[in-house]
């Protein structure tokens, strides 16, 4: 038997949650140090996983499976091939990010860093899971850690509406989502969980007609698709730092994951079908999110729209259903997911020191904070698709599928990154540039951990643009595995 | 099938019966030798015959999951009875452990003579295979109920929580034996295994059916507290002491379940449309109504009440579709349910105890006041909500997926459309333990052995149960498999 590495991969946050809560409260190091022990283990094992997975074999690898209720058809199964596989490498890089960026937590640490790895856990479970069943568990484990983060340690101002409103919009949308998998399992007929299994159940079309809505949509409302996007914005701004950045970083993709994975993957006929609708929906998203992103005057709420404009890209690739979308989708969840974790790890690092997330208030930070000046620049060039960053890997494949599947949602897309660059300049310009006002003349650089986490967030993404085949060539391998059901349906 | 003649089988078929009555015996003895403080043994006294009678009935009574009848029909001994009895044993003896707490009760012997009685009345109901039995059964488990509820006898909202407990119960006893009576009528028979032959047989118009069903439902609506039989639950709830409110929602609701599926199952197979309907049209009200009311309480018992309404709700969405796999999804839920609102009363008892209010302003700040209850409350208030990996979201999906695995797709809307309003309430609660500034910063104290034991049993069956499914289900199967025989 093969050393059982998902499993690892997967339990070593859950596990470390649990140790976590039995530690004494006052071992406040001990708590942090056990926490970045379990992130720095993620992400060594997600960047070995990357580095060994067989890409001309393709397919689902590292496979594990256990019986879990043999009865239902139920069993623990994992695998991952090239689109699960950097979403992977994506989380372990958040999950060590967001601890570093959590070190002054102050109030009950303990509980704060166990639920963070809760959360780890499960976008990794949802991540790797090939069984319906097991991907809706750690899809719904993620419910009480987003909600009690965001209300006990998010902002004070918006928390409880926030984190209530995320919260709920979420589990709708999950509901949805198990209705549409209960009737695909009862659907099948074949009582069984395993999705590879289920992909040759050949449905019928008025069946996928009738589902597809529910799971994509459910699954979708997580990956902030316009009209359901409100919670993004709102729950995002309200949660702490790191919750934010695991939210729209990777939360967001697991949304987007499940809908491609269980709405796209298991019925197909019925995306074709649908595909119209999700075009014109992430169409809105793009251009909609933008123009709002441009007008907020809240740091914060600027990258949150920008979080749903962005969305709006990876949907877009989805719904095309062609080999370019999909790669530039998969490109981009991951490129924006970096991207924004790095973001809101800068405007955490700003608020901690400004105390005011208000953009007029702000100005002239880049001399008091270069690293994050820096980094947000990054950021905002790989947002806006520059080529030689990862946005354009991943943006630009999106566009030449938009345009094969209908030119005018390319057009339409590509005026919401024009709107990108306008606000991403204007944030730079009035944040970063200009006079210091006075209030902020004592404000002092980042910590140490600080620059680790821009660093390395950022050298990531100019390293991806640089050197695409780093990681098309893995997503490639998997978008065949789409094309190949749509394609035989 | 039934023997004129005793044998041994027949004593083991009621063991735990037996055991119950005999630890009853006991405890009214000791309680009348022990004097003052001693007394506070007596509820580890009975949790600990309790086990002991659990350990003795799964060592040597255990049926076969068909089983058969017993004791001139009276009785069928199968997995059904089995499991259930297992289920209110655990119930009882919980609640015991959690009665040292509470101050009023848990130095009285009758308190815990009075719990044993009602849970052999429980143990009859599951097992229960005549309509005489049946009736006797219930009014066996109700009347201690009554006089539990009403206990404090200094507390006027005990006191009023027990006479309206009573009506109440009268009335729908009344209601439901005249439904039995017509049964009885129709059929020349009260052996609920041969009813549904002999009612096929006389050709009773439809209407007269479905008014006996409805009597009969209207009885078992008042036991698992579904909508529009549901107007004692929240005063009793209130009123009574609190170890008392966790037994009436969780060990007395699931006896009101078992008694309900056989009835309708066995006795009335061939009018399943019928039933069927009654039962989605009791279980969407519950649901709404439960969920709905519990939006506006300030008081943690009072919402508890209206969720445990629309727990039953989701509960008898798997005895509505008719189909084994709805009773197997019941089960586990109930499962699920005991262990989850005995820990969140448990939890209640404690707080009460402690700030003499269960007022939500109460828990403010539980998470500070004691980190390890704010965890508790956690694995609590997600697994009533149904969210993995706590155990009432196996239950949920079991029952949502029993309805659209019958096609009753509207009833599994209803279900996620109160699902999410449930977990609305429940989250601000987890809000008020987590969030909000507690009156009193102090510490809790440390709680007394039984009650920390009582607890930490329960949020363990919550962990288990949310993620090791194997064994509680194939007990639910089980269940089902024996309830459906046909």
């Known amino acids: 038997m093969q050393f059982p590495i998902l499993s690892v991969l997967i339990f070593t946050p859950l596990a470390a949650a649990l140790i976590l809560l039995l530690l004494p409260e006052e071992k406040k190091n001990w708590i942090k140090g056990l926490a970045l022990a379990a992130g720095i283990i993620v992400l060594a094992l997600s960047v070995w996983l990357y580095a060994s997975y067989d890409i001309a074999a393709g397919g689902y690898q590292f496979q594990e499976r256990v019986d879990w209720l043999p009865a239902l058809g139920i069993s623990y199964f994992v695998g991952v091939d090239g689109i699960s596989l950097p979403l992977v490498f994506l989380s372990g890089l958040v999950i060590v990010s967001g601890v570093l960026v959590s070190w002054n937590v102050h109030d009950r640490p303990r509980e704060f860093f166990s639920f963070l790895m809760f959360l780890g856990a499960s976008v990794l479970g949802v991540f790797c899971s090939l069984d319906l069943f097991m991907l809706f568990f750690f899809f719904e484990l993620a419910v009480f850690p987003k909600y009690l983060m965001i209300v006990t340690w998010g902002s004070p101002k918006t928390r409880e509406y926030g984190g209530m409103k995320l919260t709920l919009y979420l589990f709708i949308g999950s509901m949805l989502a198990l209705i549409g998998a209960l009737a695909i399992y009862f659907g099948s007929g074949l009582r069984t969980f395993d999705m590879l299994a289920l992909e040759n159940a050949g449905f019928a079309m008025a069946f996928q007609r009738l589902w597809f809505p529910f799971v994509f949509l459910g699954f979708a409302i997580l990956g902030g698709i316009f009209p359901f996007h409100s919670w993004a914005p709102d729950g995002h701004v309200a949660a702490p730092t790191a919750i934010s950045m695991l939210l729209a970083g990777v939360e967001m993709k697991v949304g987007a994951f499940a809908a491609l994975r269980v709405g796209i993957m298991l019925l197909p006929e019925g995306a074709r079908q649908w595909a119209w609708l999700i075009l014109i929906l992430a169409t809105v998203n793009v251009v909609y999110g933008a123009f709002i992103a441009l007008i907020q005057t809240d740091f914060k709420y600027v990258i949150g729209f920008s979080s749903v404009s962005h969305m709006g890209l990876v949907l877009i690739g989805f719904a095309t259903l062609s080999r370019e979308g999909l790669i530039g989708a998969g490109m981009q969840m991951f490129s924006h997911g970096v991207m924004t974790a790095l973001f809101f790890s800068i405007v955490g690092m700003v608020y901690d020191r400004a105390h005011t997330r208000d953009i007029p208030k702000l100005g002239g930070l880049a001399r008091k904070m270069p690293w994050a000046a820096i980094g947000f620049i990054v950021g905002g060039l790989v947002s806006m698709g520059m080529p030689g960053f990862s946005g354009f890997v991943a943006e630009f494949p999106v566009f030449m599928g938009a345009w094969r599947a209908a030119p005018v949602v390319a057009v339409i897309a590509i005026l919401g990154i024009l709107i990108t660059a306008g606000y991403i300049f204007l944030v730079i310009r009035r944040v970063f540039f200009g006079e210091v006002p006075e209030e902020l003349a004592g404000v002092t650089d980042v910590t140490v951990k600080d620059k680790i986490v821009i660093g390395g967030l950022a050298v990531v993404m100019i390293g991806l643009g640089v050197f695409p085949s780093l990681m098309v060539p893995m997503v490639e391998s998997g978008v065949k595995t789409i094309l190949a059901i749509l394609g035989g349906a | ?486």
């Open chain 2, 1 to 486: 099938m039934v023997s004129g003649e005793f044998t041994s089988a027949m004593v083991l078929a009621i063991l735990p019966e037996i055991g119950l009555v005999a630890l009853a015996a006991i405890l009214l003895v000791v309680d009348l030798l022990w004097r003052g403080e001693t007394r506070r043994y007596l509820g580890w006294l009975t949790a600990a015959g309790l086990a002991v009678i659990m350990l003795l009935a799964i060592l040597f009574a255990r049926p076969a999951v068909e089983g058969g009848l017993m004791w001139g029909g009276m009785l069928r001994f199968d997995s059904a009875g089995f499991v259930f009895r297992m289920l209110f044993l655990a119930g009882a003896a919980l609640t015991a452990l959690y009665a040292a707490v509470t101050e009023s009760v848990r130095l009285r012997g009758e308190f815990y003579a009075l719990l044993l009685v009602s849970t052999l009345g429980m143990s009859l109901m599951a097992s229960a295979a005549d309509l005489i039995m049946l009736f006797l059964a219930i009014e066996t488990t109700s009347i201690p109920l009554y006089a539990l509820a009403g206990f404090v006898l200094r507390d006027q909202k005990s006191v009023e929580a027990g006479v309206k407990y009573l009506l109440f119960g009268a009335m729908s006893s009344a209601i439901l034996l005249y439904g039995f009576s017509l049964l009885y009528g129709f059929t020349g028979t009260t052996q609920l295994y041969n009813l549904s032959a002999t009612f096929q047989a006389g050709g009773i118009p439809t209407i007269l059916i479905a008014a006996v069903i409805g009597l009969v439902l209207v009885g078992f609506s008042f036991k698992v507290s579904a909508v529009p039989f549901h107007f004692w639950a929240p005063d009793v709830y209130q009123g009574a002491p609190t170890p008392v409110a966790g037994f009436l929602s969780t060990a007395s609701k699931a006896a009101g379940f078992v008694a309900l599926m056989r009835v309708v199952t066995v006795a009335f197979p061939e009018q399943s449309a019928l039933w069927s309907i009654m039962i989605a049209v009791l279980a969407t009200a519950s649901m709404l109504v439960g969920n709905y009311l519990a939006l506006v309480q300030k008081s943690l018992k009072r919402l508890l009440a209206y969720s445990s309404i629309a727990q039953a709700g989701y509960m008898l969405i798997g005895v509505a579709v008719d189909t084994e796999f709805g009773l197997v999804a019941s089960t586990y839920y109930l499962m699920a349910y005991l262990v989850t609102n005995l820990a969140a009363f448990g939890i209640v008892a404690w707080v009460e105890h402690n700030t003499g209010s269960d007022d939500l302003t109460a828990f403010a700040g539980l998470s500070r006041r004691a980190p390890a209850l704010g965890l508790a409350m956690i694995a609590i208030m997600l697994s009533l909500g149904g969210v993995p990996p706590f155990a009432g979201f196996f239950g949920k999906l079991l029952v949502f997926g029993s309805a659209i695995d019958k096609g009753m797709i509207w009833l599994a809307l209803v279900g996620i459309f109160n699902a999410i309003i449930g977990l609305y309430y429940y989250l601000v609660i987890l809000k008020t333990v987590y969030v909000n500034e507690p009156t009193d910063s102090a510490r809790l104290p440390k709680a007394n052995l039984s009650w920390q034991l009582a607890l930490g049993i329960c949020v363990l069956g919550i962990l288990v149960l949310g993620f090791w499914f194997q064994p509680f289900y194939s007990f639910a199967q089980n269940v089902a498999a024996s309830i459906r025989i046909y």
